[in-house]
């Protein structure tokens, strides 16, 4: 018992695992729609484009695919360094850079969407 | 890496190559493939809301031969890790285990995303009409 106090679960070991799945089931669904908005868009001018994303729905869609994709890949690449990386110091700074990224990008998605929704 | 005499289970030089490594191999890379291609998404975004001049010189880069090379490659990823990670969700509900189950998953999760990936190319260039 004074060898297992303080290295068992803390009680969140789960939460990654759920959360992983949650959005890939999530991103099964966006990621086809997404692929289906990009065909779209490969023939319309800069005008349709705009207009296609500032549609209420699809603003909305690609807000949760944002959120849902850059999540998904915070949560895939953390696994894989810590797969991979052995050094703490370099395991370290990789995982805060991924977080980092990952917010950064799906921050700047949600307010680029959100700007053509808007039109402004 | 431990410097230690303890004994470590063999490395994958040492297996005969099966579908199951090449699948759960593919897994992870094409995965940090398309975290690369989900910043180029994230990129077109902003450009989107920015204005015609910065999206033109996104569509410009996705048209060159690089972008083009790295649009393909991102297309065939993300139709891998969509077929293999719907595999995997399958799985997580205990189904398909069975080993000739899992041998002919892997297979048809292989094929269909060369598949997907053709199929994805030939509605791009029927959309730019034959370009």
């Given at each position: 018992m004074k060898i297992a106090r303080g290295l068992g679960s803390a009680k969140?070991?789960?939460?990654?695992?759920?959360?992983?799945?949650?959005?890939?089931?999530?991103?099964?669904?966006l990621g086809l729609w997404v692929v289906w908005i990009a065909l779209e868009m490969v023939r319309m001018d800069y005008a349709a484009a705009h207009a296609l994303i500032a549609k209420p729905w699809n603003a909305v869609l690609m807000i949760a695919f944002a959120i849902a994709a850059f999540w998904h890949t915070q949560l895939g690449l953390q696994v894989i360094i810590?797969?991979?990386?052995?050094?703490?110091?370099?395991?370290?700074?990789?995982?805060?850079?991924?977080?980092?990224?990952?917010?950064?990008?799906?921050?700047?998605?949600v307010l680029a969407v959100v700007r053509i929704a808007l039109g402004s | 890496m431990p410097a230690s005499a303890r004994p470590l289970s063999p490395h994958i030089s040492i297996y005969k190559w099966q579908i199951q490594m090449v699948t759960s191999i593919l897994h992870r890379a094409t995965g940090i493939a398309l975290a690369v291609g989900l910043l180029l998404v994230a990129w077109g975004l902003i450009a989107l809301a920015a204005g015609p001049e910065a999206f033109g010189e996104h569509i410009a880069f996705c048209r060159t031969g690089i972008g083009t090379f790295l649009l393909v490659g991102w297309t065939w990823s993300l139709a891998f890790h969509f077929l293999n990670?719907?595999?995997h969700l399958w799985q997580d509900l205990g189904i398909g285990y069975a080993p000739a189950t899992f041998v002919r998953a892997g297979w048809v999760v292989l094929v269909g995303s060369f598949v997907l990936t053709a199929l994805v190319w030939a509605c791009v260039i029927a959309q730019r009409g034959g370009a």
């Amino acid at each position: 018992m004074k060898i297992a106090r303080g290295l068992g679960s803390a009680k969140s070991g789960a939460h990654h695992f759920m959360v992983q799945r949650i959005t890939a089931v999530a991103l099964a669904a966006l990621g086809l729609w997404v692929v289906w908005i990009a065909l779209e868009m490969v023939r319309m001018d800069y005008a349709a484009a705009h207009a296609l994303i500032a549609k209420p729905w699809n603003a909305v869609l690609m807000i949760a695919f944002a959120i849902a994709a850059f999540w998904h890949t915070q949560l895939g690449l953390q696994v894989i360094i810590e797969d991979y990386v052995h050094a703490r110091g370099l395991e370290l700074t990789l995982q805060i850079a991924v977080k980092f990224v990952c917010f950064l990008g799906a921050a700047a998605s949600v307010l680029a969407v959100v700007r053509i929704a808007l039109g402004s | 890496m431990p410097a230690s005499a303890r004994p470590l289970s063999p490395h994958i030089s040492i297996y005969k190559w099966q579908i199951q490594m090449v699948t759960s191999i593919l897994h992870r890379a094409t995965g940090i493939a398309l975290a690369v291609g989900l910043l180029l998404v994230a990129w077109g975004l902003i450009a989107l809301a920015a204005g015609p001049e910065a999206f033109g010189e996104h569509i410009a880069f996705c048209r060159t031969g690089i972008g083009t090379f790295l649009l393909v490659g991102w297309t065939w990823s993300l139709a891998f890790h969509f077929l293999n990670g719907v595999r995997h969700l399958w799985q997580d509900l205990g189904i398909g285990y069975a080993p000739a189950t899992f041998v002919r998953a892997g297979w048809v999760v292989l094929v269909g995303s060369f598949v997907l990936t053709a199929l994805v190319w030939a509605c791009v260039i029927a959309q730019r009409g034959g370009a």
